[in-house]
Nanobody, 117 residues
């Protein structure tokens, strides 16, 4: 069973940057579609970005041009580089993994990102 551990969250001023990391405990990381989701207080969890096992990214319109998702299969890690952060980006960010063949989904425990002056 895949376990996902996020890191890199914190407090940043508007316009600042953060990089989130998600390490997966699997030797077959390369056949998982990976993603980042976020949930702000009082709101539903929403998609931020995904990256296929082949490395094709997809972004929510709200983060296009500001966030970049990437993966390092050798390190079993997916990253989310977040630039030009806005207060509305404040949320708990969750890492997600979906197995390419079985579609089994796993979630990390989440990491808090707060954008505030």
């Amino acid at each position: 069973q895949v376990q996902l551990v996020e890191s890199g969250g914190g407090l940043v001023q508007p316009g600042g940057s953060l990089r989130l990391s998600c390490a997966a405990s699997t030797s077959i990381f390369s056949i998982y579609k990976m993603g980042w989701y976020r949930q702000a207080p009082g709101k539903q969890r929403e998609l931020v970005a995904t990256i296929t096992s082949g490395g094709i990214p997809n972004y929510a319109d709200s983060v296009k041009g500001r966030f970049t998702i990437s993966r390092d299969n050798a390190k079993n890690t997916v990253y989310l580089q977040m630039n030009s952060l806005k207060p509305e980006d404040t949320a708990v960010y969750y890492c997600n993994a979906v197995h390419d063949l079985t579609a089994v989904r796993r979630w990390g425990q989440g990491t808090q990102v707060t954008v505030s002056s």
